[in-house]
T-cell receptor
């Protein structure tokens, strides 16, 4: 199993350009998440999807849109990139571990490093 | 509001010394708590998790954490630091019926030979 995969690994954009970050998981998880990581700020939730067909805003959704394409794939789109969106973006997925483990432990992808100039 | 606070953005220990990384949480309902580790240029990997089954939780690579409700703490410890432990560590909390997780700001661990 590949777990959670993300493409691309690196991207440089000019201000105003658009792009889509792709995420896929092969663990049959219902829940998927997009985070951004900035120095000293930990991980902040951008959007999440509790199940196929549903998406909800997280802590920092402005400037982003998401699509839950199917159960496996969850994409993040920047319509008009800004320098403030320079960050490392992580996708994650989770599922209830069963009656004995209701924790919804998250599994992370390797990240996409995005620079907006 | 639910939150986690990690005390100390940088911690340095000598190789072989005790590792103690601090995490305090705020939650009005019983929380699920996690410690994740992030090695340079990689994603996050779960070290251990508290799900109310036991207050002392053992994880991978010799790490453990103890849930103390009276102190609202979930500190991460390892008896003897190894050079390979140098990484950034994140405490995280999930609560109740919500699937969202709140992360602390992280602690970078430096291990000095």
């Amino acid at each position: 199993n590949a777990g959670v995969t993300q493409t691309p690994k690196f991207q440089v954009l000019k201000t105003g350009q658009s792009m889509t970050l792709q995420c896929a998981q092969d663990m049959n998880h219902n829940s998927m998440y997009w985070y951004r990581q900035d120095p000293g700020m930990g991980l902040r939730l951008i959007y999440y999807s509790a199940s196929e067909g549903t998406t909800d805003k997280g802590e920092v959704p402005n400037g982003y849109n998401v699509s839950r394409l199917n159960k496996r794939e969850f994409s993040l789109r920047l319509e008009s990139a800004a320098p403030s969106q320079t960050s490392v973006y992580f996708c994650a997925s989770s599922e209830r571990g069963g009656d004995s483990d209701p924790s919804y432990e998250q599994y992370f992808g390797p990240g996409t490093r995005l620079t907006v100039t | 509001a639910q939150s986690v606070t990690q005390l100390g953005s940088h911690v340095s220990v000598s190789e072989g010394a005790l590792v103690l990384l601090r995490c305090n949480y705020s939650s009005s309902v019983p929380p699920y708590l996690f410690w994740y580790v992030q090695y340079p240029n990689q994603g996050l990997q779960l070290l251990l998790k508290y799900t109310s089954a036991a207050t002392l939780v053992k994880g991978i690579n010799g790490f453990e954490a103890e849930f103390k409700k009276s102190e609202t703490s979930f500190h991460l410890t390892k008896p003897s630091a190894h050079m390979s432990d140098a990484a950034e560590y994140f405490c995280a909390l999930r609560y109740g019926g919500y699937q969202k997780v709140t992360f602390g700001t992280g602690t970078k661990l430096q291990v000095i030979p």
